[in-house]
């Protein structure tokens, strides 16, 4: 008979292995964040549908979500000889918008990337610009909408510059600000060692200012996002601005809604793959 003492394990109060305890909260997590949103949005549809019954308002002010589905279908399909909304299915509505959405705030940010580098890096540069970019950031897009019109005509350039103009300051200020920040011991260890001045840009400013420059582009995007209606007021059929526009001249509630979910639904999943796109790039600065 074996003398060698046993060695009894601590029972766990809640009857699970420790072993599985990680695996089994990060599933109760992971069902927890999808589970919220789910229920907030079912919260705001119960609420709506409410407010709706409730007759305190009429149909053409508050619809029923039901009349917003319908008016979904009608704009996504064909019925009764008509195509969608003017003449154009929803998704093509939207594509049209995001292409112009992309276009503008990919020049924006381009921009507002490589004249941050120049302001960060070079004094005088942003004395130049800096005050330039403060009075375009706190205009309004419909402020110098009427204006580009004027200059650009009623087609596809007023709109595109708008989307631009407006996504530009947020990446500017944001670029600027970062590669001022950049720790002056960091600069002159890598001139010390030999260092150019395009070695330390490359090696030092940008990797240090990439996680704020991430941040203004999701600005930047939510910016031009928002200022997508104003850029399609004028000529914006096709696309989802116009639409609602449109729409809303004849007091059609439900396609103005559709109009509006189709705008920001997009949204919110463009924010997401830059945020992973931000974690990605970015692993050192931690999750919010």
Known sequence: ????????????????????????????????????????????????????????????????PSAVWDAFVDVSTTHDGVRGYNGTTLVEHLGISLRRIALGAGIGVAAGVVLGLLMGTVGWVRSLFEPWITFLRTLPPLAYFSLLVIWLGIDEEPKVTLLAVAAFPPVAVSTTAAVAAVPKSLIEAARALGGSRWDVVRDVVVPSALPETLTGVRLAVGVAYSSLVAAELVNGLPGIGGMVKDAANYNNTPVVLVGIIAIGAPGLIIDGLLLRLERTVVPWRGRA
Not at 33 to 58: C, D, I, N, Y
């Open 1 to 64: 008979m074996s003398l060698t003492p046993t060695v009894l394990k601590p029972a766990d109060p809640a009857g699970v292995p420790p072993e599985t305890r990680t695996p089994v909260r990060g599933v109760r997590a992971r069902v927890r964040r999808a589970a919220l949103p789910l229920g907030s949005l079912l919260l705001f549809l119960v609420l709506w549908q409410l407010l709706a019954a409730s007759g305190t308002w009429s149909r053409t002010l508050v619809p029923p």
